[in-house]
Nanobody, 123 residues
Framework: QVQLVESGGGLVQAGGSLRLSCAASGSIFSINAMGWYRQAPGKQRELVAAMSSGGRANYADSVKGRFTISRDNAKNTVYLQMNSLKPEDTAVYYC?????????????????WGQGTQVTVSS
């Protein structure tokens, strides 16, 4: 079993900052990509930022220059530093990770999601 536990969401005024964390635990051999998605009410879930195991990052255009993704591979943890927050950043933020597992002679991968953390930016 693999669990992703997020923390760091909350209420902040426009222009403020928040830092999200997501720690993966359980039967993990290694982790490929880790990332953050968000879903606002009435909208589809969208990619915010993702980072490969080698540290290559990509961002949604709407957050470039304001958000920074980072990860600590030793701790199986990914972070999202969010600066200059805007009301349109309000959403539930979900952590995602592609987990590599080993079961006997079988090596496989599976996609996992966190439970989500609410980020609310007031104007």
């Amino acid at each position: 079993q693999v669990q992703l536990v997020e923390s760091g969401g909350g209420l902040v005024q426009a222009g403020g900052s928040l830092r999200l964390s997501c720690a993966a635990s359980g039967s993990i051999f290694s982790i490929n990509a880790m990332g953050w998605y968000r879903q606002a009410p009435g909208k589809q879930r969208e990619l915010v930022a993702a980072m490969s195991s080698g540290g290559r990052a990509n961002y949604a255009d709407s957050v470039k220059g304001r958000f920074t993704i980072s990860r600590d591979n030793a701790k199986n943890t990914v972070y999202l530093q969010m600066n200059s927050l805007k009301p349109e950043d309000t959403a539930v933020y979900y952590c995602n990770a592609e987990i590599i597992y080993v079961r006997g002679e079988i090596i496989g991968s599976s996609d996992h999601w966190g439970q989500g953390t609410q980020v609310t930016v007031s104007s």
